[in-house]
């Protein structure tokens, strides 16, 4: 752990290890190289979202070039965004259901993955597979059916039947990353503890939680974005146009008549923004909060 | 110790009891489904024995759609690796600019992928800007989503561009993970940058690699909301992907009981596809160390 | 710790909800199939503004669900509708084993004589209120046409149109927009709907009207119809990218003067209006396929409303549909696409603004309902939609398309 530690800080600061041979990361070239191979694979990468804010920066009536930025960038779309498409209510929903959803994976997640990474029965196995197969189940096979289950449980369009949904959809994933990391954990600290007499919940609550913590803004933000961006379900689930979510209120503006492409861009950009906010500030516990959940 | 761990089992209750509401309910349903002829939406149909499981053989659109998705998965994902690890190496050492670019890079993983479909729909018109650019380099416009392979090429290159960021995340992990004394050493051996990469950073990404590609390829397989926006499986039924197919059959050709047969064949599909992953992965792993 | 912050959040957003939920009684939902954005969208919500203002204790949700036609057939599946709906067009074919016969509605007497045969069923039964009636033909941007020469009156036959056609082709402007891309497709099934009965329907000496509904119809006969769509191509009579234009593009390129005719009702029209309103815009009933026949007219539903049958508010729904037939609300309807009003009597007349004189020279001209819906078995106007791009795009030959569109009606027609 502790070679580990210094050595990222050394390639942090770009300290190059001393050596005859150049490094593994000359690959790439050195210093202005990187810098401008870089850039070229970000340029590819903007393209979509910046034609997207060209096109919401413009009105309907204006009909030039994709790549032309307008000479007079107009707000409007933003506007009529918000008010009509009820960007900022869909937004709130949006958030409270992530929050909701994103927070419940976590629970649920690592209470599961305990007993599946330290005790590995061939029953625990078998479950860890289950759990991993759900993964592949294509949506729509199982949409209708949960439908008609939703309906004759009251849950459609309220708070409360979507977000177990999500939170079962979202489980997978989050059970194995919980699973990988705490296998890489040490099983000296629990084996302490119970010796001190600690029940085995108080064990996973008080010693291994707290070790949980990179991991978990993984899974985090994994989950959030996900469930943030999802739309397959939430717009059966979700009709009611005062429970809608962010994706449906901007595919609204699609219809067959009525349809306005650059009001739609404005409101996908702005459901954007939170997500990449959410990124931004976690970004340096994202990295480290892999190391050790990826490879095992 | 072992005893009390396995008296944690109850934890992973709460999990199952979702799962078999939620997903182990409705899929015996569907299961179900495949035997009818319901179209979806009346309170009336009959069951009609194997004839939806038949038709999975006999129809021309699956084995298409079929292909593609193997396309969809293999394509991508192998693309996604070699990105992605280029990318990770590119961004394990400082340099001016690499977080932006660290942020940059990972963007377009948080846009839905519907939103991304859009997107790139705008860009791959005969107008667009993707033409825009081919013209500058001084060639002819091309109907992109018109022709089978081209449009199958375009979902390939949007998906590995959207979602190479997840796996550069992985590797990036796996990388720091290196002390960089390996290296050092290498180098005072006089190893250059490739060989050290050979011999140092794949052996000991392999962790990484195993994640990625399962992730990958399971997203790949089952990919539907970016064929869906880009091509909705046209021109002609030619692009779609098994999970496009199952939509348009369940909802516009109001052939339920043939789309849940679909399903219930790509889950099977995926299920193997992986399984056979896992055992070579593991294999492999033996065979380095 | 942060877990349990968003526990508390999660518990007050539950107890939200619930408050939310209990306020008012009586709760109507009206589902539309257009967006929030469409002019129809803003009217009935008007007129549903104005009910409420009248009848206290009753709330109405006006909808518009997104992917409208899936987000109905599973709520059908579950048996959980709204309390009203429009029915675009299926209120016989898919939508009426779930709502209310309306025969004993009070307006029931006064409805379009042109419009009730599209909308009863076998045993005489109705089950939707009808603003107004779709009465299309081609569409078109007039101003083109005079430059070009054609005079649109004198268009009896597809061998004029394609006369026509080469005109605005050698006056530089695309002569038929077809959109054609894979998120539009419906714009290829339209121009099949529309081709369609003038080779195998209207013609009363010769058609295969009893044979499609019987299933004993030989799809060879599909060759013709399927063929003028590649002979347009072919003669470069569509718009260049006519497998990746959009319904965007046709209205923009219709209202700038670039595209001449477009095979869609009249709202195509509205559509232009939205980009350029003062252009110059009408319609003539769609040619005949031969000099034998004459030129008609596609006639079904636009806007509706039906009430479910088992609705918890049956009554309260019945009585707003009341409400909505009322002459002010139903000529307000009509006059958004310059269609006639689907009940008729003194009050009821829907302003048609410039169509007027198109409107005045359709008298006398036969209607025929859409052809996939009255002559195809549920579920193929995917197939049609498909084919035509599949052809359009060279990944089908004609054998192929006729094949596939057989095979498919051979087991849609089993179902």
Request: charged share 15%; proline share 5%.
């Amino acid at each position: 752990m502790n070679d580990v530690a210094a050595s990222t800080s050394d390639v942090d600061q770009g300290v190059e290890p001393a050596g005859r041979g150049a490094s593994v990361w000359t690959l790439w070239g050195r210093g202005p190289w990187r810098t401008l191979t870089a850039v070229l694979l970000c340029a590819v990468q903007l393209v979509p979202l910046y034609v997207t804010l060209a096109v919401a920066l413009k009105p309907q009536t204006d009909l030039s070039s994709t790549w032309a930025l307008p000479r007079h960038p107009a707000l409007g779309n933003f506007a009529r965004a918000l008010e009509e498409g009820g960007i900022l209510s869909a937004l709130l929903n949006t958030a409270i259901i992530t929050a909701g959803s994103t927070a419940l994976v976590v629970a649920i997640g690592a209470l599961a993955a305990y007993p599946l990474a330290r005790s590995r029965s061939r029953f625990n196995e078998a479950v860890t597979l289950f759990v991993l197969s759900i993964l592949m189940i294509p949506g729509l096979s199982l949409l209708v059916p949960l439908y008609v289950l939703m309906v004759r449980m009251h849950a459609i369009s309220t708070y409360w039947g979507i977000i177990p949904i999500h939170v079962t959809f979202q489980l997978p994933l989050s059970i194995f990353m919980f699973t990988n990391f705490i296998r890489a954990i040490p099983r000296e600290l629990e084996e302490a503890a119970l010796l001190e007499g600690c029940g085995v919940f108080g064990i996973f609550l008080r010693i291994v939680l707290p070790l949980l913590k990179p991991v978990t803004v993984s899974v985090v933000l994994l989950t959030a974005a996900q469930v943030w961006n999802d739309f397959q379900y939430s717009v059966y689930f979700l009709p009611r146009p005062t429970m809608r979510v962010l994706t449906v209120a901007i595919a609204s503006y699609f219809g067959i008549s009525g349809s306005d492409l650059h009001v739609a861009a404005a409101g996908a950009l702005l459901a954007i923004l939170p997500m990449t906010v959410l990124y931004l500030l976690l970004q340096k516990y994202f990295v480290r909060g892999m190391v050790e959940s990826a490879f095992k | 110790m072992e005893r009390t761990y396995r008296s944690a089992n109850v934890f992973y209750i709460p999990a199952l009891i979702l799962f078999g509401v939620f997903v182990v309910y409705p899929f015996l349903d569907g299961v179900r489904i495949a035997f009818t002829n319901w179209n979806g939406y009346s309170r009336s149909y009959s069951y009609v024995g194997l004839r939806n499981l038949a038709r999975l053989f006999s129809d021309r659109n699956v084995r298409l759609a079929f292909g593609n998705s193997l396309i969809y998965g293999f394509g991508s994902t192998i693309l996604q690796q070699i990105l992605g690890l280029s990318a990770a190496v590119l961004l394990d050492k400082k340099f001016p600019g690499r977080t932006v670019a660290r942020t940059i890079l990972y963007l377009p993983v948080l846009v839905p992928a519907v939103t991304m479909g859009y997107m790139w729909v705008q860009l791959l018109r005969l107008d667009g800007g993707v033409n825009d650019l081919v013209q500058v380099l001084g060639g002819h416009r091309v109907l992109w989503l018109s022709d089978r392979a081209l449009a199958v090429g375009a979902v390939v290159a949007v998906n590995t561009l959207q979602y190479m960021g997840i796996s550069m995340v992985i590797y990036l992990a796996g990388m720091q993970a290196i002390p960089s004394v390996y290296y050092e050493a290498a180098q005072l051996d006089g190893a250059g940058p490739w060989e050290q990469f050979r011999g140092i950073t794949i052996p000991l990404l392999y962790p990484a690699f195993a994640t990625s590609i399962t992730l990958n390829l399971i997203g790949g397989l089952k990919l539907f909301d970016l064929v869906w926006a880009l091509t909705s499986g046209g021109p002609g039924y030619t692009t779609h992907s098994l999970a496009t197919l199952i939509y348009s059959s369940y909802f516009e050709s109001q052939l339920a009981g043939f789309a849940s047969a679909n399903g219930i064949m790509l889950f099977a599909t995926i299920l193997a596809i992986t399984a056979m992953l896992q055992a070579g992965l593991r294999r492999t792993e033996v065979e380095l160390s | 710790m942060k877990k349990s912050i968003w526990r508390t959040g999660f518990v007050v957003a539950m107890a939200a909800t619930a408050v939310a939920a209990s306020a008012a009684e009586r709760r109507l939902t009206v589902a539309l199939n257009v967006s929030q954005a469409d002019a129809t969208f803003t009217a009935v919500t008007a007129i549903a503004k104005d009910y409420v203002k009248q009848h206290p204790g009753v709330a109405i949700d006006v909808v518009a669900l997104p992917v409208y036609e899936q987000t109905m057939k599973t709520k059908m599946a579950a048996n959980d509708l709204p309390d009203l709906w429009s029915t675009h067009g299926w209120s016989v074919a898919r939508y009426s084993e779930y709502l209310t016969p309306l025969n004993d509605q009070p307006w029931f007497g006064k409805i379009n004589p042109t419009i009730k045969p599209v909308i009863t069923d076998k045993a005489g039964k109705v089950f939707v209120l009808p603003f107004d009636v779709d009465v299309a033909g081609i569409a078109f941007n007039r101003a083109v046409l005079d430059k070009a020469g054609v005079d649109p009156f004198g268009i009896k036959t597809w061998d004029d149109f394609k006369a026509a056609c080469a005109k605005v082709k050698a006056s530089g402007k695309i002569p038929v927009h077809i959109g054609g891309s894979a998120k539009d497709s419906w714009t290829v099934g339209n121009f099949y709907d529309w081709v369609a009965p003038s080779f195998l329907i209207t013609n009363e000496k010769k058609n295969f009207r009893t044979a499609l509904k019987d299933g004993s119809f030989d799809w060879k006969s599909w060759g013709q119809v399927a063929k003028l769509l590649v002979e347009f191509r072919d003669a470069g009579y569509l718009n260049p990218d006519y497998t990746q234009g959009t319904w965007q593009d046709v209205g923009q390129k219709m209202a700038a003067g670039e595209a001449a005719f477009g095979f869609y009702g009249n709202n195509v029209i509205g559509e232009a209006k939205k980009f350029n309103p003062a252009g110059k815009y009408g319609f003539i009933p769609v040619p005949a396929a031969g000099k034998d026949d004459a030129p008609s007219l596609i006639t079904g539903e636009r806007v509706t409303l039906g009430v479910w049958k088992d609705s918890k508010h049956k009554a309260d729904a019945l009585e707003f549909l009341g409400f909505c037939a009322r002459p002010e609300n139903v000529n307000r309807i009509a006059t958004i696409n310059g269609n006639p009003t689907g009940l008729v009597g003194s009050a009821y007349r829907s302003e048609q603004g410039d169509l007027s004189p198109y409107f005045a020279k359709i008298g006398g001209v036969r209607g025929f309902p859409y052809f996939d819906r009255e002559y195809l078995p549920n579920g193929m106007w995917d197939s049609m939609c498909n084919t035509g791009m599949g052809l359009l795009a060279n990944t089908m030959n004609l054998d192929q398309a006729i094949a596939k569109m057989k095979e498919d009606y051979l087991s849609l027609r089993g179902q």
